[in-house]
């Protein structure tokens, strides 16, 4: 990996996305950003979102599946570096945070789902939201593709539905988690809800994207301060962008869109 210039003490580096991104260079990001943890003990967290509609994939999901040529033809489509399952990036607000292999949060996985959905659900509550890890787990023999329609105990629920989901990718111990907060159900998956459906009190008497906007800002504040002392930064260094092109040519240009069959 060519040297970076992310500066840190270690503190937790807060990046909040002016604009939507594609989903490969979104990924490609999160990648960097993993990298970044292995080789120089990067702490960040980064809030962003999909500039079209897009699938991700699980990282060993099978990308000729059935469903993505028929109900999500011409979707664009990704593959994620996390396993579980497929995710309909829409109306939605996303998540990634990293931390290096010798952060004692890196030890146990299941340590700091918890401690980032906390946070989240207790963000979500000041804007009304009514949300709560499930608190078991929901396996199933034949997982459903999308990860919504699955459940693990860590995931957090509102009025009964999910609404936050996550998933981890480990490296030489350093560790990318990335996570999807649903806002409003997608004309691709009506069947799943978003916490602008489902909790009323979340409406309040600003504009939705003013609203938005002010969530995903406090989103990010409070994972990052889950995590440890917060440094916000306005832009990813130079090189970071170069780097991001590198592995969005190599690793994630390749799925395209969902195309139908036949």
Request: one cysteine or more.
């Amino acid at each position: 990996m060519p040297e970076s210039s992310f500066q840190h003490k270690n503190e937790v580096l807060l990046h909040v996305e002016a604009e939507p991104r594609t989903g490969s260079c979104n990924m490609a990001t999160d990648e960097h950003l993993l990298e970044a943890a292995l080789a120089e003990g990067l702490k960040a967290v980064r809030m962003y979102r999909w500039i079209e509609p897009t699938v991700s994939l699980g990282y060993f999901q099978n990308s000729d599946a059935e469903v993505l040529r028929t109900k999500f033809k011409n979707i664009a489509a990704v593959r994620r570096l996390s396993g579980g399952g497929a995710i309909l990036h829409h109306h939605e607000l996303t998540y990634s945070l990293v931390l290096p292999a010798d952060d004692s949060l890196t030890k146990i996985p299941t340590e700091l789902y918890g401690r980032v959905h906390s946070a989240i659900i207790k963000v979500l509550g000041h804007f009304g939201a009514g949300c709560a890890m499930r608190g078991e787990d929901n396996a199933q023999a034949d997982e459903p593709f999308l990860c919504f329609v699955r459940g693990d105990r860590h995931d957090i629920h509102c009025a009964g539905h999910k609404v936050v989901g996550s998933a981890q990718r480990r490296r030489k111990g350093a560790v990318l988690q990335h996570g999807s907060i649903i806002l409003e159900r997608s004309t691709h998956a009506p069947a799943i809800p978003g916490l602008i459906d489902l909790a009323e009190a979340f409406q309040v008497n600003t504009s939705k994207s003013t609203q938005i906007d002010d969530l995903e800002i406090k989103l990010g504040k409070a994972i990052a301060a889950s995590l440890g002392p917060v440094r916000g930064i306005s832009n990813w260094p130079a090189d970071a962008a170069s780097r991001v092109t590198e592995l969005q040519a190599a690793h994630y240009d390749s799925i395209g869109r969902c195309h139908k069959s036949g």
